[in-house]
């Protein structure tokens, strides 16, 4: 069903109070068209990207939205079809060419989305809507035009880049993706991409790639989502959900094939975490999407992350043509998805071959373990730390505790997913929030810390709610981060698709 959209739309009442603290903008990024012409999009990630922002200003908020006017969207307005292959849709081409040039067409190669549903970031004093493609789009994010779009290899050897960078405290902006290596061999690369110039040029020009590392398999690289930082280490979790990469060229050339065609997990092998030293593996396999956060602590790296069960790729539950379906339908169907939980994983620094077998992680507050093997491989155990309600989409304060060690992490409640709760952890406690309301479906909670804030939750969350399925408009709630109650809530006057990532800009 398509989402009918207005080109802006103000709040039409809200109860309680908005916090005078909140003086910027949220920004988040979402699919918001599903179907052009007569030609649908079959995959929830193959939407087209909208931008949706409110701003806080006097105590009063106002909402926007506008569709980033990417290559992906434009050609496909004015084409009135489907012109760019997205995640989960194939763009066929254009049947008014005579059969010898579509012939011709389908070994052309198709062209990379620039469709950047994903998040929104700072890089400089600019502000870039992404995918996970080489292609990232400048935005104005005041009016929300859209300015320039920007491919990543210009700058450097990268496939395409994850759409969570960490952001140093200068505006530093460190990011992953994999690329071609040595001898004809699938790698990772780890790009920096330096804070404001001095002269004023654009920092993406000054990209550089400052750590290569090899992929387990050849032509299989993982697909990753997203990746931990401490102050001096990347950890990098290699795990069993792969691009084969002999598929992904040959849908270049082959009728039908679409990103999600590409995927294939791989049971035999397990998780591999990198840091900078050795090479480690989780005893059993995880599909794994968004870390929380990653701190040494006493010779170890704690790394806390959200944890998938299995090798299946979750992404095979969001086809549109099952969203589509009734809302009592989906939620009956997604009770066959998976749930993930919140793990934590310790890695030793400081490892000695003599204590082979023993369990080399002696912090106090864990039970994660970490095993030597005969081989010289080390072989993690998690801490649980959160098995129920299902936690996803996490956030923690990240201006003052990434790469920190920390309390709290919030994060959406994704219900075999159905995102139908807010929830705080004390990863140090285990106790935890929650924020629910019937018929109600929040977004990944933005923390915005109290401006003289001296708790590591002084602060608020930031969310997005929407209600399928019946009648009621979208709402903006802020939530106090102390204790998850309600502070205010913001209606639109129209109905709102979901919306993925986002950031608070001050
Ligand atoms: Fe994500």
């Given at each position: 069903m398509p989402f009918f959209l207005t080109k802006q739309s103000l709040i039409w009442c809200f109860t309680g109070r908005i916090p005078s603290f909140l003086k910027g903008s949220l920004l988040r990024l979402g699919p918001g068209l599903f179907e052009i012409g007569d030609e649908p999009f079959y995959h929830l990630f193959d939407g087209q990207a909208l931008m949706h922002k409110f701003d806080f200003k006097n105590g009063q908020v106002t909402y926007h939205r506008k569709f980033i006017k990417t290559d992906a969207y434009v050609r496909a307005i004015t084409e009135k079809r489907v012109v760019i292959t997205e995640f989960g849709t194939f763009a066929y081409p254009d049947p008014c060419k005579n059969i010898f040039s579509r012939f011709f067409s389908y070994f052309k190669g198709v062209e990379v989305t620039d469709n950047c549903l994903v998040n929104v970031y700072p890089i400089g004093e600019d502000f870039y809507a992404v995918t996970e493609t080489n292609f990232i789009t400048k935005v104005n994010t005041d009016t929300l035009e859209t300015l320039k779009k920007v491919d990543m290899c210009n700058y450097v050897n990268i496939n395409g880049v994850t759409a969570h960078p960490h952001i140093e405290r200068d505006g530093t902006v460190y990011n992953i993706g994999n690329c071609m290596g040595k001898g004809a061999t699938l790698a990772y690369n780890i790009v920096k991409i330096p804070p404001t110039q001095k002269d004023k040029s654009d920092p993406i020009e000054k990209s550089k790639v400052v750590v290569q590392f090899p992929s387990a398999e050849r032509f299989k690289p993982s697909y990753v989502h997203s990746f931990g930082m401490s102050d001096n280490y990347f950890v990098f979790v290699e795990t069993p959900v792969k691009i084969n990469l002999l598929k992904f060229l040959s849908a270049w050339s082959i009728r039908g094939s679409n990103y999600m065609d590409c995927f294939e997990s791989n049971e035999a092998q397990g998780v591999r975490t990198r840091s900078r030293i050795v090479l480690l593996i989780l005893r059993a396999p995880i599909g794994m999407f968004h870390h929380i956060n990653t701190y040494e602590d006493q010779g170890f790296i704690v790394v806390d992350l959200c944890a998938w069960k299995g090798i299946e790729f979750v992404y095979n539950y969001l086809w549109l043509a099952n969203l589509r379906a009734n809302w009592d339908e989906v939620k009956k169907a997604a009770m066959m998805a998976p749930q993930p939980e919140v793990r934590r994983y310790v890695i030793p620094l400081d490892i000695h071959k003599e204590e082979q077998g023993k369990n080399l992680v002696s912090l106090p507050y864990t039970t994660a373990t970490a095993v030597m093997h005969a081989d010289g491989m080390i072989w993690l155990e998690p801490e649980v730390l959160f098995s129920g309600p299902p936690f996803e989409f996490p956030q923690i304060n990240y201006k003052r505790f990434g790469g920190k060690n920390y309390s709290y992490a919030y994060g959406l409640g994704l219900n075999h997913f159905i995102p139908d709760r807010i929830c705080k952890l004390n990863v140090k406690t285990k106790e935890t929030w929650v924020w629910q309301e019937p018929d109600s479906y929040p977004s990944e909670p933005l923390f915005v810390q109290t401006p003289d804030g001296v708790d590591e939750d002084d602060g608020v969350l930031l969310t997005i709610v929407v209600a399928p399925g019946s009648q009621r408009p979208g709402y903006l709630l802020i939530l106090n981060?102390?204790?998850?109650?309600?502070?205010a809530r913001a209606e639109v006057e129209c109905s709102m698709p979901v919306t993925f990532h986002g950031m608070y800009k001050p």
């Open positions: 981060a102390k204790d998850l109650s309600e502070i």
